[in-house]
């Protein structure tokens, strides 16, 4: 089955520095990648959509600047958290679906836990 | 209030139970997935679905389009079923060729044994 992948799984680091999270689609291309951040015991709450090829699209009250997003190629998406600082401490999770068809499912990388101290 | 609401909140079941998950949405979908959170984090999508019914093993969804409902069901249920069973929906409004979904609070679900 198709599987996501994303690294690191667990970071913790100091405030201030800056973090990046990939997220790897292994076995199928995916032309749209999406970023979510989870606080504890709350459902997902979708940051942006990363687009191959092109800028991603942010939701409303996420700072470009601060999460910033490339996708490069058609299995590889990254997210990088600026300057970071304890409130950006959350649980990042990515997800993927095939290119070239709508309705498709979508599959979850394993999430990444940031600590920032 | 959400878009997507499910209920129950939080769940308790004895092993070998039969349990039910409910999802109610307002807003036209393309689809309606079913996720699975374990305690680590990492989710698994268990059905994506448009109409109809599927069953995978012990697990069966429903949905029912006209009342914007669907359903999540696990018999025989077991301890390592305990999860944060989630629900999600892809709008119509948002575009389906973007996949884009919009995800209910979750159900926790223990097992005991």
């Known amino acids: 089955g198709a599987v996501v992948s994303q690294h690191p799984s667990r970071v913790i680091c100091k405030s201030g520095t800056s973090v990046k999270i990939e997220c790897r689609s292994l076995?199928?291309?995916?032309?749209?990648m999406f970023w979510y951040r989870q606080f504890p015991k709350k459902s997902l709450m979708l940051m942006a959509t990363?687009?191959?090829?092109?800028?991603?699209?942010?939701e409303q009250g996420v700072e470009k600047d601060k999460f910033l997003i490339n996708h490069a190629s058609l299995t590889l998406s990254t997210l990088t958290v600026t300057s970071a600082h304890p409130e950006d401490s959350s649980f990042y999770i990515c997800?993927?679906?095939?290119?070239?068809?709508?309705?498709?499912?979508?599959?979850f990388g394993d999430g990444t836990r940031l600590s920032i101290l | 209030k959400n878009e997507v609401e499910q209920s129950p909140q939080n769940l308790t079941a004895q092993e070998g139970e039969f349990i039910t998950i409910n999802c109610s949405y307002s807003?036209?979908?393309?689809?309606l997935h079913w996720l699975q959170q374990h305690p680590g984090g990492g989710i698994v999508s268990l059905f994506m679905?448009?109409?109809g019914k599927k069953k995978h093993g012990r697990l069966i969804a429903t949905i029912n389009i006209q009342e914007k409902h669907s359903s999540l069901h696990i018999t025989a249920s077991h301890p390592r079923d305990s999860a944060v069973y989630i629900c999600?929906?892809?709008?119509?409004?948002?575009?389906?060729?973007?996949?884009?979904?919009?995800f209910g609070t979750g159900t926790l679900l223990a097992v005991q044994p």
């Open positions: 990363s687009n191959e090829g092109s800028k991603a699209t942010y």
């Open positions: 679905l448009s109409s």
């Open positions: 076995d199928f291309q995916a032309t749209t």
């Open positions: 807003v036209g979908i393309s689809a």
């Open positions: 997800s993927a679906s095939r290119a070239g068809a709508s309705n498709q499912p979508q599959h």
């Open positions: 999600a929906v892809r709008s119509r409004g948002y575009g389906g060729a973007t996949n884009k979904l919009i």
